[in-house]
């Protein structure tokens, strides 16, 4: 039987501080630079976890949703100050991608940073659905 590292909750919101979240991650995680048009425009670094693993502490009322494609991804993003903190990806629809850059600087994460080609998404999702387990 594997150990599942221990994890603990982290702190993190938009820009303005309307939008607040928490997020249980273990001290080790692998984080996520994709490359496709959205992320690469808005400097989003994926955390993956499950939904479970993640709260809306503030603010869920002044949340936006932007859809588009195949519009399965759920891009949610602060409507005071424009934002995206977290979302529903795509790549797993049952699980929330935290962006890193919103979390709180006391994260204390040891973080590996991993390439997602999403630029070319339909050939390269099975890769990082097979790393997670999925």
């Keep these: 039987m594997t150990n599942s590292p221990t994890k603990s ?11 607040g979240f928490a997020v ?14 959205i992320c690469a425009k808005t400097g989003f670094i994926h955390l993956i976890v ?5 709260k809306i502490e503030r603010g869920a009322e002044s ?8 519009h ?13 903190a ?8 049952d699980s929330w991608s935290v962006n890193l850059r919103c979390l709180d600087a006391d994260a204390n994460l040891q973080l ?4 997602f080609d999403g630029a070319n998404w339909d050939e390269n999702i099975a890769q990082i659905n097979s790393e997670r387990g999925h």
Excluded: I, Q
Excluded at 9 to 19: A, I, L, S
Excluded at 24 to 37: E, H, I, Q, T
Excluded at 75 to 81: E, P, R
């Design 72 to 84: 399965t991804a759920k891009h949610t993003f602060c409507s005071v100050c424009g934002v995206k």
């Design 86 to 93: 977290f979302y529903v990806p795509r790549s797993h629809p």
């Design 9 to 19: 909750w982290r702190h993190g919101e938009c820009h303005c501080g309307e939008v």
């Design 50 to 54: 499950d939904k479970a693993d993640f």
């Design 112 to 115: 590996r940073f991993e390439e």
């Design 24 to 37: 249980n991650l273990p001290d080790s995680v692998v984080a996520l630079s994709c490359n496709c048009s």
């Design 63 to 70: 949340l936006t949703t932007y859809t588009f494609g195949t």
